[in-house]
């Protein structure tokens, strides 16, 4: 699930939640601030789930319910992306991010959402960003 957050200059950021049968555990958050390197992998989850493009503004109140592979390429992106200050390595992995296949992001997000998350996460942005 994206839910959209915005603030009063109505910039939007989002709060991404993995949704189960039984609980809605949150993934990551990303304030308007932060939100503009994310909004292209926020619009191409959008999109991808048939959602127009117009409906991705500051005044838009209901979630958007991502299906699995939009939304786990989303959340993969955020947290591999979202603590980046190198614009140039950023970059790097944003494009190596939406050059995976399906797969490939699912196996990362379960090893990034593991007990070794961080290890993960570093060897993912390592081989990515690698020059």
Known sequence: MLRLIT????EWG?????????????VAAISPQHAAPLKRAV?????????S????????KRPFNLTQTPGVRLALTTLAVSPMRSGQRRTAVLAGIESLGDE?????????RGSAGNRALRALRILLADD
Do not use: K, M
């Open 7 to 10: 603030d009063t200059h109505n």
């Open 14 to 26: 989002f709060a991404l939640c993995e949704e189960s049968q039984i609980s809605v555990e949150p």
């Open 43 to 51: 619009a191409s989850a959008v999109i991808a789930d048939g959602y």
């Open 53 to 60: 493009p117009e409906t991705l503004n500051s005044t838009r």
């Open 104 to 112: 490939e992001c699912l196996y990362w997000y379960a090893q990034v």
